[in-house]
């Protein structure tokens, strides 16, 4: 999950908002329980302006 999370993290960096989320949710679904990968999913739902999206993956990422 770390390595997905990582390129997710590489992929925001270069402003590809598709690719970091894609990566985010790979890291997510490698591992049901990676907190930091829903914190990221989250952020970027966020900064997106989907808030209501932000808030399941803040919720999911307590249920962790």
């Known amino acids: 999950a770390d390595a ?9 960096l270069k402003g590809d908002d598709e690719k970091r989320v894609y990566y985010y949710e790979l890291a997510v679904a490698k591992d049901p329980h990676y907190v930091r990968g829903y914190l ?16 399941e993956y803040l919720k999911a990422a307590g249920k962790t």
Request: glycine share 12%.
């Open 40 to 55: 990221n999913l989250a952020s970027a739902y966020s900064q997106r302006g989907d808030t209501q999206r932000a808030e």
């Open 4 to 12: 997905y999370n990582n390129l997710g993290v590489a992929y925001g």
